[in-house]
């Protein structure tokens, strides 16, 4: 008795072995999941629990009570069944989020909190602070600030200059007028 011959796919060759390498990448991909996508899942779960809640809202603004009214005990059975169903739903929304929030947390757990007033530009008369910000920076960028500090002074300067001799015409101009007022 002879056993049969196995018919191999792949044109007779045995399949390749499966590489562990690409399955690992794969499944560290799908539990890596980028921050600002569990962020855009969290809006979106959001987003689910406040329409759940809204239809809440809606079955019991619609929902009889028992209070002696006459109702129909099959349409009262079946809106209470539709709000535990979304109350079960709602349930599971939150602990969906909560696994999102938690996951976010973790993502940046690493990194630097930054104070939000340093990420908010604003000008400085005081060339001291600038350049204290700056002192972490490489040095040509220190030189490129330093020279910028300086136009600035002169520019200043020139503005202050410019200003002087504008007071001075304007004085000159009335001290022309009150002449010309002073003689017709």
């Known amino acids: 008795m002879t056993t049969p011959s196995l018919v191999l796919p792949f044109g007779g060759q045995p399949?390749?072995?499966?590489?562990?390498?690409?399955?690992?990448?794969?499944?560290?991909?799908?539990?890596?999941v980028n921050t600002a996508s569990l962020c855009r899942i969290g809006q979106e779960t959001v987003q689910d629990i406040v329409l759940?809640?809204?239809?809440?809202?809606?079955?019991?603004?619609?929902?009889?009570?028992?209070?002696?009214?006459?109702?129909?005990?099959?349409?009262?059975?079946?809106?209470?069944?539709?709000?535990?169903?979304?109350?079960?739903?709602?349930?599971?929304?939150?602990?969906?989020?909560?696994?999102?929030?938690?996951?976010?947390n973790e993502n940046c757990s690493g990194m630097d909190q930054i104070p939000?007033?340093?990420?908010?530009?604003?000008?400085?008369?005081?060339?001291?602070?600038?350049?204290?910000?700056?002192?972490?920076?490489?040095?040509?960028?220190?030189?490129e600030r330093r020279e910028i500090l300086e136009v600035n002074k002169k520019l200043k300067q020139k503005n202050q200059q410019l200003k002087q001799i504008m007071d001075q015409l304007r004085k000159l101009i009335w001290e022309i007028n009150a002449m010309l007022a002073v003689r017709s």
């Open 52 to 104: 759940r809640t809204m239809e809440i809202f809606q079955l019991l603004r619609n929902m009889q009570l028992p209070n002696g009214v006459t109702y129909n005990p099959n349409t009262h059975g079946d809106r209470l069944g539709k709000l535990q169903e979304h109350l079960r739903t709602l349930s599971v929304l939150f602990r969906k989020l909560r696994l999102v929030y938690d996951k976010c």
């Open 116 to 143: 939000p007033e340093e990420l908010i530009p604003f000008m400085e008369d005081d060339s001291s602070k600038l350049e204290e910000r700056s002192a972490g920076q490489s040095r040509p960028a220190t030189e």
């Open 15 to 32: 399949p390749p072995p499966p590489q562990p390498q690409v399955q690992l990448q794969q499944a560290q991909a799908a539990r890596d």
